[in-house]
């Protein structure tokens, strides 16, 4: 059976596909179904939803249309979230396969690196970078990897240490390969998959890192954020609890979805690496 | 006993690098801010050239980073942590009147998360497979995609304004002149949302780990002795998987604290807790860098005494873990 049926043949993995599916749908579409700026005012203020079919879900405390920065948030939370993922795997892939390949001090130095990485909190280090560089789209996604590459390196490096014994590693060296060459060309690309098994949950937490970090007014204060528009509710939490509600159950359907694509994926590999 | 306080021996030198590289790190970092305490300070009060020629030379900043770093490393051996421009005292105090505040906010969603969560998690794990099993393994994954701000926005809603059960934020209530047991319950009143909020997530992360970790434990052969010796049902799933399935929980307990910690940061916000989070929020929009920074540096070491004390934990419940070691 090919691994496309395989992921669809599980429950949870459809609905995490139809979920992303539909999310990506909205990114792309965004600038189609409402093109101009979303932070434009679009009709009286606090229009509960439901009520006015060119404003499905209302308006916000400036007369904001909801669904419009619904569906753009959509467009920050994922360019945001997939950004600082694949930086954060990269980043930790190539630590990782240089430890690991090197060895000795060069491994001993990287992983104390690690370590003090993992010491610190890494939303308190997102939020003191974002405070020092100032908040813009590319310096999120970098605060969001500077704390999300040292679960991959260490999984990579682990993978690492041992592809490097194989024989085929021998192989290289006694054809004279240089070293570098042997880590990124040989060791690196059959240490990824279970590096890359670890994305959807990196996927995840960027994503809701993002979230906070611009629910406490650290995002791109250009682009509108879901976390942002969370934030905006607060202020009327008690009269129009919808706007802080709204823009939540899109983040938390959002993260499912990938959490439950991302289980399908290993389930379809696993099974694969079993038969195999 | 020796082969705990020898691995709390290597684990301690081990941690003392670790911070050293955390403290120059996060030094050189918000060292890169453009402006500094001197410039935060003028913004507040106002002052001449002259004015922020002299508080720059009476600040040390006048110096170059590195004599800078070497000052603050040398002040930091006397747990100096400097002074505080926006609370014009030292960092120092102002951390330790707000770090109770985090550590019984933490400690108890550590304690109901992974008391409730490993609980349900053996709950499910007993039948692998069955509809409770699935329900609750889905749930939690539901749970696991909530985040913990919202949800506590969420809480609020329903349970401080509308239905009004307990308050809205803070620790505690202001100028109630409550002593003994009776601030002890306004305090653990006010604590009930901010700690659902904070440990909700965990619970579902333990609930999952318990779970995950059942499972594995069931397919081996001790398990099936444990069968054929006619134990009964109950004992083979608490005595048996369920205390082997345990230990990986503990390992979580000490690699996610810093989560926790970092996860704190909005969670106080979000309900006003005068905590160590809402004290770094304060420092940023305050551009209070040396403050920012003794805050990083005390959620470091909180982090690292939360692991040993996870270490310890481990060579008392796992009589493998270390062995090697002490007999080397």
């Given at each position: 059976?090919?691994?496309?049926?395989?992921?669809?043949?599980?429950?949870?993995a459809?609905?995490?596909?139809?979920?992303l599916?539909?999310?990506?749908?909205?990114?792309?579409?965004?600038?189609?179904?409402?093109?101009g700026?979303?932070?434009?005012?679009?009709?009286?203020?606090?229009?509960?939803?439901?009520?006015?079919?060119?404003?499905p879900?209302?308006?916000?405390?400036?007369g904001?249309?909801?669904?419009?920065?619904?569906?753009?948030?959509?467009?920050?939370?994922l360019?945001?979230?997939?950004?600082?993922?694949?930086?954060?795997?990269?980043?930790?892939?190539?630590?990782?396969?240089?430890?690991?390949?090197?060895?000795?001090?060069?491994?001993?130095?990287?992983?104390?690196?690690t370590?003090?990485?993992?010491?610190?909190?890494?939303?308190?280090?997102?939020l003191?970078?974002?405070?020092?560089?100032?908040?813009?789209?590319?310096?999120v996604?970098?605060?969001?990897?500077?704390?999300?590459?040292?679960?991959?390196?260490?999984?990579?490096r682990?993978?690492v240490?041992?592809i490097?014994?194989?024989?085929?590693?021998?192989?290289?060296?006694?054809?004279?390969?240089?070293?570098?060459?042997?880590?990124?060309?040989?060791?690196?690309?059959?240490a990824?998959?279970?590096?890359?098994?670890?994305?959807?949950?990196?996927?995840?937490a960027?994503?809701l890192?993002?979230?906070?970090?611009?629910?406490?007014?650290?995002?791109?204060p250009n682009r509108?954020?879901?976390g942002g528009?969370?934030a905006?509710?607060?202020?009327?939490?008690?009269?129009?609890?919808?706007?802080?509600?709204?823009?939540?159950?899109?983040?938390?359907?959002?993260?499912?979805?990938?959490?439950?694509?991302?289980?399908?994926?290993?389930?379809?590999?696993?099974?694969?690496?079993?038969?195999? | 006993?020796?082969?705990?306080l020898?691995?709390?021996?290597?684990r301690?030198?081990?941690?003392?690098f670790?911070l050293?590289?955390?403290?120059?790190?996060?030094?050189l970092?918000?060292?890169?801010?453009?402006?500094?305490?001197?410039?935060?300070?003028?913004?507040?009060?106002?002052?001449?050239?002259?004015?922020?020629?002299?508080?720059?030379?009476?600040?040390?900043?006048?110096?170059?980073?590195?004599?800078r770093?070497?000052?603050?490393?040398?002040?930091?051996?006397?747990?100096d942590?400097?002074?505080?421009?926006?609370?014009?005292?030292?960092?120092?105090e102002?951390?330790?009147?707000?770090?109770p505040?985090?550590?019984?906010?933490?400690?108890?969603a550590?304690?109901?998360?992974?008391?409730?969560?490993?609980?349900?998690?053996?709950?499910?794990?007993?039948?692998?497979?069955?509809?409770?099993d699935?329900?609750?393994?889905?749930?939690?994954?539901?749970?696991y995609?909530?985040?913990?701000?919202w949800?506590?926005?969420?809480?609020?809603?329903?349970?401080?304004?509308?239905?009004?059960?307990?308050?809205?934020?803070?620790?505690?209530?202001?100028?109630?002149?409550?002593?003994?047991?009776d601030?002890a319950?306004?305090?653990?009143s006010?604590?009930?949302?901010?700690?659902?909020?904070?440990?909700?997530?965990y619970?579902?992360?333990?609930?999952?780990?318990?779970?995950a970790?059942?499972?594995?434990?069931?397919?081996?052969d001790f398990?099936?002795?444990?069968?054929?010796?006619?134990?009964?049902?109950?004992?083979?799933?608490?005595?048996?998987?369920?205390?082997?399935?345990?230990?990986?929980?503990v390992?979580?307990?000490?690699?996610q604290?810093?989560?926790?910690?970092?996860?704190?940061?909005?969670?106080?916000?979000?309900?006003?807790?005068?905590?160590?989070?809402?004290?770094?929020?304060?420092?940023?929009?305050?551009?209070?860098t040396?403050?920012?920074?003794?805050?990083?540096?005390?959620?470091?070491?909180?982090?690292?005494?939360?692991n040993?004390?996870?270490?310890?934990?481990?060579?008392?419940?796992d009589?493998?873990?270390?062995?090697?070691e002490?007999?080397?």
């Open positions: 059976m090919n691994p496309l049926r395989r992921f669809f043949r599980t429950p949870e459809v609905a995490g596909a139809i979920i599916a539909a999310l990506c749908a909205m990114a792309l579409a965004a600038p189609l179904f409402f093109p700026d979303p932070q434009a005012i679009a009709g009286p203020a606090l229009l509960p939803p439901f009520q006015d079919w060119s404003l879900l209302g308006t916000d405390r400036l904001r249309d909801v669904l419009a920065e619904l569906f753009h948030g959509a467009r920050t939370s360019a945001v979230g997939l950004a600082a993922a694949a930086t954060a795997l990269a980043v930790g892939a190539i630590v990782g396969t240089v430890a690991g390949f090197a060895g000795g001090g060069v491994d001993e130095v990287l992983m104390r690196i370590d003090a990485f993992q010491t610190v909190p890494s939303f308190l280090l997102a003191a970078f974002v405070s020092v560089v100032g908040p813009s789209l590319g310096v996604v970098a605060a969001i990897a500077l704390g999300a590459w040292t679960g991959p390196a260490r999984v990579a682990a993978e240490l041992s490097r014994e194989r024989d085929f590693v021998a192989g290289a060296r006694v054809i004279g390969m240089h070293p570098l060459e042997i880590a990124f060309r040989e060791v690196l690309p059959n990824l998959p279970p590096v890359l098994a670890l994305s959807s949950v990196i996927v995840a960027a994503i890192t993002e979230a906070a970090l611009s629910f406490l007014g650290l995002g791109d509108v954020t879901w528009m969370i905006e509710g607060r202020a009327v939490l008690r009269t129009a609890p919808f706007l802080s509600i709204i823009p939540g159950v899109a983040l938390v359907l959002t993260v499912l979805g990938v959490y439950l694509a991302g289980e399908g994926v290993v389930e379809t590999t696993a099974v694969r690496r079993s038969l195999s | 006993m020796t082969r705990t020898i691995l709390l021996r290597r301690l030198i081990g941690s003392i670790v050293l590289i955390v403290v120059i790190g996060t030094f970092l918000l060292e890169s801010a453009p402006g500094d305490a001197v410039d935060a300070y003028i913004a507040s009060t106002g002052g001449d050239a002259g004015m922020i020629e002299l508080l720059r030379h009476r600040w040390g900043l006048d110096q170059s980073a590195l004599t770093l070497a000052n603050y490393l040398w002040a930091l051996l006397h747990l942590l400097g002074q505080s421009v926006t609370f014009s005292r030292p960092i120092r102002v951390i330790l009147q707000r770090l505040n985090t550590l019984l906010l933490m400690g108890s550590t304690a109901v998360s992974f008391g409730l969560g490993s609980a349900l998690g053996i709950y499910a794990g007993a039948r692998p497979g069955s509809f409770r699935r329900f609750l393994s889905i749930g939690s994954l539901a749970v995609a909530v985040p913990g701000f949800l506590g926005l969420v809480l609020i809603i329903v349970f401080a304004v509308d239905l009004r059960w307990f308050p809205i934020g803070g620790i505690e209530s202001l100028a109630s002149g409550k002593t003994g047991l601030r319950m306004d305090i653990a006010h604590l009930v949302l901010p700690v659902s909020a904070l440990g909700f997530i619970l579902a992360l333990y609930l999952r780990m318990m779970r970790g059942m499972a594995e434990v069931w397919r081996q398990v099936l002795a444990a069968r054929a010796k006619g134990l009964s049902r109950r004992r083979i799933v608490l005595a048996h998987v369920a205390r082997n399935a345990l230990l990986p929980l390992t979580m307990l000490g690699l604290s810093a989560q926790m910690l970092g996860g704190s940061v909005v969670i106080e916000s979000v309900f006003s807790v005068p905590g160590l989070g809402r004290l770094a929020q304060e420092a940023v929009a305050a551009r209070d040396p403050l920012l920074l003794g805050i990083i540096l005390t959620s470091a070491v909180l982090v690292v005494i939360i040993l004390l996870v270490d310890i934990a481990y060579t008392v419940l009589p493998r873990v270390g062995a090697s002490a007999s080397a």
